[in-house]
Protein backbone atom coordinates (compact mmCIF):
# COMPACT_ATOMS: atom_id res chain seq x y z
CA UNK A 1 0.00 0.00 0.00
CA UNK A 2 1.81 3.36 -1.14
CA UNK A 3 1.74 6.08 1.93
CA UNK A 4 -0.41 8.41 -0.24
CA UNK A 5 -3.84 5.32 -0.05
CA UNK A 6 -3.02 5.07 3.15
CA UNK A 7 -3.22 8.81 4.43
CA UNK A 8 -6.56 8.36 2.66
CA UNK A 9 -7.82 5.50 4.33
CA UNK A 10 -7.06 7.24 7.78
CA UNK A 11 -9.45 10.41 8.06
CA UNK A 12 -10.24 11.60 11.41
CA UNK A 13 -13.44 10.83 13.22
CA UNK A 14 -16.89 12.89 11.68
CA UNK A 15 -14.61 12.83 8.34
CA UNK A 16 -17.57 10.94 6.87
CA UNK A 17 -20.46 13.08 8.33
CA UNK A 18 -18.93 16.35 7.08
CA UNK A 19 -18.00 14.69 3.85
CA UNK A 20 -21.99 14.13 3.62
CA UNK A 21 -22.94 17.30 5.12
CA UNK A 22 -20.67 18.98 2.10
CA UNK A 23 -22.09 16.79 -0.66
CA UNK A 24 -25.69 17.88 0.84
CA UNK A 25 -24.91 21.48 0.60
CA UNK A 26 -23.66 21.54 -2.92
CA UNK A 27 -26.23 19.63 -4.19
CA UNK A 28 -28.72 21.96 -2.75
CA UNK A 29 -26.75 25.28 -3.93
CA UNK A 30 -26.94 23.61 -6.93
CA UNK A 31 -30.77 23.01 -7.23
CA UNK A 32 -31.26 26.60 -6.00
CA UNK A 33 -28.93 27.87 -8.58
CA UNK A 34 -31.39 25.75 -11.39
CA UNK A 35 -34.33 27.46 -10.17
CA UNK A 36 -32.67 30.79 -10.02
CA UNK A 37 -32.14 30.27 -13.43
CA UNK A 38 -34.83 29.04 -14.72
CA UNK A 39 -36.88 31.61 -13.32
CA UNK A 40 -34.75 34.42 -14.31
CA UNK A 41 -35.37 32.79 -18.36
CA UNK A 42 -39.16 32.41 -18.14
CA UNK A 43 -39.08 36.33 -16.79
CA UNK A 44 -37.29 37.09 -19.69
CA UNK A 45 -39.04 35.16 -22.39
CA UNK A 46 -42.39 36.74 -20.80
CA UNK A 47 -40.68 40.47 -21.70
CA UNK A 48 -39.58 39.32 -24.75
CA UNK A 49 -43.47 38.21 -25.33
CA UNK A 50 -44.22 41.78 -24.02
CA UNK A 51 -42.27 43.46 -26.09
CA UNK A 52 -43.44 41.23 -29.24
CA UNK A 53 -46.96 42.40 -28.31
CA UNK A 54 -46.00 45.86 -27.90
CA UNK A 55 -45.13 46.25 -30.54
CA UNK A 56 -47.52 44.39 -33.20
CA UNK A 57 -50.11 46.38 -31.03
CA UNK A 58 -48.33 49.82 -31.78
CA UNK A 59 -45.87 49.18 -35.35
CA UNK A 60 -48.67 46.70 -37.15
CA UNK A 61 -45.71 44.11 -36.86
CA UNK A 62 -46.68 40.82 -38.52
CA UNK A 63 -45.45 36.77 -38.50
CA UNK A 64 -42.39 38.14 -40.67
CA UNK A 65 -40.89 40.07 -37.62
CA UNK A 66 -40.63 37.33 -35.99
CA UNK A 67 -39.08 34.90 -38.24
CA UNK A 68 -36.25 37.56 -38.75
CA UNK A 69 -35.94 38.19 -35.13
CA UNK A 70 -35.70 34.87 -34.62
CA UNK A 71 -32.79 34.21 -36.91
CA UNK A 72 -30.78 37.36 -35.62
CA UNK A 73 -31.44 36.33 -32.09
CA UNK A 74 -29.90 32.85 -33.36
CA UNK A 75 -27.47 34.78 -35.20
CA UNK A 76 -26.44 36.62 -32.07
CA UNK A 77 -26.84 34.01 -29.54
CA UNK A 78 -25.75 30.76 -31.30
CA UNK A 79 -24.70 28.54 -27.92
CA UNK A 80 -28.62 29.43 -26.64
CA UNK A 81 -31.45 27.51 -27.62
CA UNK A 82 -34.93 28.61 -27.40
CA UNK A 83 -34.92 31.54 -29.86
CA UNK A 84 -36.77 29.58 -32.95
CA UNK A 85 -40.24 31.30 -34.40
CA UNK A 86 -42.10 29.15 -32.45
CA UNK A 87 -40.51 29.29 -29.33
CA UNK A 88 -40.93 33.15 -29.93
CA UNK A 89 -44.54 33.05 -30.32
CA UNK A 90 -45.03 30.78 -27.16
CA UNK A 91 -43.41 33.77 -25.39
CA UNK A 92 -46.11 36.24 -26.84
CA UNK A 93 -48.80 34.15 -26.00
CA UNK A 94 -47.34 33.23 -22.74
CA UNK A 95 -46.71 36.87 -22.08
CA UNK A 96 -50.65 37.36 -23.68
CA UNK A 97 -51.97 34.62 -21.25
CA UNK A 98 -50.57 36.35 -18.03
CA UNK A 99 -50.22 40.20 -18.91
CA UNK A 100 -49.79 41.08 -14.66
CA UNK A 101 -46.19 41.61 -14.43
CA UNK A 102 -45.85 41.14 -10.71
CA UNK A 103 -47.72 37.87 -11.01
CA UNK A 104 -45.51 36.90 -13.53
CA UNK A 105 -42.45 37.01 -11.27
CA UNK A 106 -43.78 36.22 -7.81
CA UNK A 107 -45.60 33.21 -9.23
CA UNK A 108 -45.46 31.89 -12.60
CA UNK A 109 -41.87 32.67 -12.65
CA UNK A 110 -41.52 29.41 -10.74
CA UNK A 111 -41.89 26.62 -13.29
CA UNK A 112 -39.89 25.75 -15.69
CA UNK A 113 -40.73 27.19 -18.72
CA UNK A 114 -41.73 23.89 -20.52
CA UNK A 115 -44.28 23.62 -17.96
CA UNK A 116 -45.91 26.86 -18.85
CA UNK A 117 -46.32 25.15 -22.51
CA UNK A 118 -47.77 21.65 -21.24
CA UNK A 119 -49.83 23.45 -18.77
CA UNK A 120 -51.72 25.92 -21.16
CA UNK A 121 -51.14 23.82 -24.94
CA UNK A 122 -54.84 24.27 -24.90
CA UNK A 123 -54.84 27.91 -24.36
CA UNK A 124 -51.98 28.61 -26.44
CA UNK A 125 -53.31 26.55 -29.36
CA UNK A 126 -56.18 28.74 -30.09
CA UNK A 127 -53.74 31.46 -29.13
CA UNK A 128 -51.05 30.37 -31.84
CA UNK A 129 -53.56 29.68 -34.22
CA UNK A 130 -54.88 33.02 -34.24
CA UNK A 131 -51.36 34.31 -34.27
CA UNK A 132 -50.67 32.19 -37.37
CA UNK A 133 -53.84 33.37 -39.59
CA UNK A 134 -52.43 37.15 -38.93
Not at 50 to 70: M, N, P, Y
Not at 77 to 101: H, I, V
Request: proline share 3%.
Amino acid sequence: MNKQHAALEQMPQQYTEWLKDLKQRIHTAQQRATLQVNKELVLLYWQIGQDILIRQAEQGWGAKVIERLAHDLRTAFPQMKGFSPRNLKYMRAFAEAWSDAEFVQQTVAQLPWYHHITLSHYNLSAIMAEIESA
